[in-house]
């Protein structure tokens, strides 16, 4: 009953693709739609065959929400005014720091979000965890569809290559096609992208702009540090397209924030970020794992962040090393890095100088920047950095690719050839 229900939701979803504008409008061709689709779906069953594993299923955080969300479909099924009432409840004396993990309800409500969503979506499918990467990959579908069609909107001469860096990095489509908070964070984000640059083109201006406040709640719910960064690169965006001074405007106003960053909680000690940051770093260091990075504790403090600025470049961009091969499941992560490379260096080297920048690219670029040194701050652990990094790497690596002059690089390996 489950594989005939699984197909048939299959089926219905791939054919609301090919019908719905929001997608169609991408330019993309509805086959290919139907094909990057199911792409999803088999990287979410990718996902969930990979926790089902005996060394990972027990702290499976997708199978835990999963597990807790059986109750809650039994609650929306028979008391669903206290379904709905219950997402605002909290078992605290307070509802504890935004920024805070321990004792917090807004901690909490990251988790809970999910496990409302599933419980939702267990009502069509009979409980099925495996239907359930369906509906999920169905909402994770519109944040893609959005972001490539502003990358595309500019970089229009890339439009098939440029499905390369938004739908099918790997350790992104692995780690955002499950049923887990990244691939939601990661539409949440897109759809921001396409609303406000709608917006900019003075397009559906209350309609996008009631949108894009929505999702940045969703994004502070789920991720508080995502939507605070992404709401300075939608500000500093914004004012690029005041001036020609694009790239003054960016470095001016991001230096201005982390001036802010130090400079804020001397003014208001309720408003900490180096201690925020600190502790982050303090609950990664609390886990257990065989990947963990021995290093310097981070201080509160200016000199501290300046000096540990060498490891969290190296976290964030360089983890797992070559030398940490001796852990198999790496590999897939060591050959992406190197990928990374390769086509950064390339996009130095071989770049359309005839390509005028808009503010929406470096947007795209800061916001990412802004995302892995936040990993590299916080995240102490090889594997863990590969889930984190990945959010980011559609945002620096679509813009990389599309400043590549192609022409240029087809020489290059015709004349290796």
């Not at 496990?115 to 499918?125: E, M, P, Q, R, T």
């Not at 001036?259 to 982050?280: G, H, M």
């Not at 794992?289 to 501290?304: A, D, H, R, W």
């Not at 800061?366 to 950095?385: H, N, R």
Request: aromatic share 22%.
């Amino acid at each position: 009953m489950h594989y005939f229900l699984f197909l048939l939701y299959l089926v219905v979803f791939s054919f609301l693709i090919t019908r719905i504008k929001f997608f169609t409008n991408s330019g993309i061709n509805k086959f290919l739609l139907v094909a990057l689709f199911a792409i999803k779906i088999f990287a979410g069953l990718a996902y969930a065959w990979f926790y089902l594993q005996p060394n990972y299923h027990t702290n499976s955080d997708s199978f835990r929400f999963y597990a807790y969300s059986l109750e809650e479909t039994n609650i929306l099924l028979t008391q669903p005014l206290h379904f709905f009432k219950d997402i605002f409840s909290y078992g605290y004396t307070t509802t504890g720091n935004v920024f805070v993990g321990d004792n917090s309800y807004w901690n909490d409500l990251k988790s809970n979000i999910i496990i409302k969503l599933l419980a939702v979506c267990n009502v069509f499918s009979f409980k099925n965890y495996f239907i359930n990467i369906i509906f999920f990959n169905f909402f994770f579908f519109f944040g893609l569809i959005g972001f490539y069609r502003v990358m595309q909107s500019v970089f229009t001469d890339k439009k098939y290559i440029l499905i390369i860096p938004v739908f099918l990095i790997p350790s992104f489509l692995f780690w955002c096609s499950g049923i887990h908070k990244d691939g939601l964070i990661f539409s949440a984000i897109g759809l921001v992208f396409y609303f406000f640059h709608q917006l900019l083109q003075k397009k559906f201006f209350i309609k996008y702009f009631i949108f894009i406040i929505l999702l940045l709640a969703l994004l502070f719910f789920l991720r508080n540090y995502v939507a605070l960064a992404l709401m300075i690169a939608l500000f500093t965006w914004f004012i690029a397209t005041k001036t020609k001074k694009i790239f003054l405007v960016f470095v001016s106003i991001y230096l201005l924030v982390i001036a802010a960053f130090f400079i804020v909680p001397k003014i208001n000690t309720q408003l900490n970020f180096p201690e925020i940051i600190v502790l982050k770093q303090q609950d990664f260091s609390k886990l257990t794992g065989g990947s963990e990075v021995v290093i310097s504790k981070l201080q509160p403090n200016f000199k501290s962040f300046v000096q540990y600025f060498p490891h969290a470049l190296d976290m964030a961009f360089v983890r797992p090393h070559i030398t940490e091969l001796k852990n198999k499941s790496y590999i897939p992560a060591i050959a992406e890095i190197i990928l990374f490379f390769i086509v950064l260096i390339f996009s130095i080297i071989y770049r359309n100088k005839n390509f005028k920048i808009q503010p929406i690219v470096f947007a795209s670029i800061f916001f990412s920047l802004t995302l892995l040194i936040i990993a590299g701050y916080t995240v102490t652990f090889s594997g863990a950095i590969v889930r984190y990094r990945s959010l980011a790497l559609p945002f620096l690596l679509t813009p990389l690719i599309g400043f590549l002059d192609w022409n240029k690089v087809n020489k290059i390996f015709k004349q290796s050839n």
